[in-house]
């Protein structure tokens, strides 16, 4: 571990919930892929900073999930001096925060404008894990409810596993169903041995009569969770494996102590559109959605997306 990454392990360590696409094992796993990471602290304020190479010597900065803490006014000087510095085109920042509160004014004053462009998705589902698990399953949908209890009771059974390649293979098989790209296996192998050895991470399989039926990748940072991967068969669809073992991600995620977990990622549409596409829409991430919607929770968005540009001749 570098003096770097200490640095800002001792630094994250010391602020009440910071999300994980902050953490040093992001940036480690990051790095593996192309990015180069670069940490920035002013007082009670930090940022994590990836930068992506561009042709003739240029790159571009990505600020995901921060900065954390309270003086972001303070540290922009120096983000901008390193941007500079690394002949950044722009700067996008994706802050943790929800929209609604102040964040657009300050973002604003100090030279951002609103992108349309995204890089996480903006709308979510969060979970209240302080809730006991009864209270939890009374805010689901009545059928979630039911297909949980009826894995259970058909005898689908949930377990972690280090099996990347068996996990690997069925997000192949969902990726060419639903006609959607997939990261490659060296990309879910390394997240899971960058963050698994923490306890940062859990890869949890469903089975079915040794066959494997659904599977996911939970994430855990702080006091929060998140649901980032996941994937499912065509066979045995009536078992509702994938209920199965989103509830037992849950359930882990409050073994962990974690107060919320986030679902991750929903169509881009408000409560009322969305509630009224729940039964009759099935394009885009509508199925995906109704799948989700099931468990309850409390539908949020982010901030969005805000880009400084350093390079307009580039664009």
């Known amino acids: 571990m570098t003096q770097t990454r200490q640095k800002w392990d001792a630094f994250l360590s010391q ?9 040093s094992q992001w940036g480690e796993f990051k790095s593996i892929f192309g990015w180069n990471v670069h940490h920035v602290i ?9 930068f992506r190479k561009l042709p003739l010597g240029f790159s571009w900065g990505y600020i995901p999930k921060g900065p954390v803490g309270i003086n972001w006014e303070g540290i922009w000087p120096l983000v901008d001096r390193e941007c500079r510095r690394r002949r950044s085109v722009f700067l996008k920042v994706e802050p943790d925060v929800w929209e609604g509160n102040s964040t657009s004014k300050r973002l604003l004053s100090s030279g951002f404008h609103l992108s349309p462009h995204h890089i996480q998705p903006p709308r979510t589902l969060i979970l209240d894990l302080r809730l006991s698990e009864e209270e939890i399953l009374s805010q689901m949908k009545q059928k979630t409810r039911y297909n949980i209890r009826l894995a259970s009771k058909k005898g689908v059974l949930v377990s972690p596993s280090d099996d990347i390649h068996r996990f690997y293979q069925l997000m192949v098989e969902t990726g060419d169903r639903n006609e959607y790209g997939i990261h490659s296996l060296d990309y879910y192998q390394m997240a899971y041995d960058i963050f698994h050895p923490s306890g940062l991470c859990e890869m949890l399989l469903a089975e079915y009569e040794s066959k494997l039926l659904a599977a996911l990748l939970v994430f855990r940072y702080g006091k929060r969770a998140w649901y980032f991967y996941g994937a499912s068969s065509q066979q045995h669809r009536n078992l509702m494996a994938s209920y199965a073992v989103q509830w037992k991600a849950i359930q882990w995620a409050q073994s962990q102590g974690c107060l919320e977990y986030d679902l991750w990622g929903v169509p881009d549409e408000k409560l009322e559109k969305l509630e009224s596409g729940f039964l009759n829409r099935n394009d885009g991430l509508w199925g995906v959605y109704r799948f989700k919607r099931g468990f309850g929770g409390q539908l949020k968005r982010a901030a969005g997306a805000w880009d400084r540009v350093y390079q307009p001749a580039y664009l």
């Open 42 to 50: 002013f007082g009670d304020t930090g940022v994590q900073i990836l």
């Open 15 to 23: 602020l009440p919930n910071p999300h994980i696409l902050q953490s």
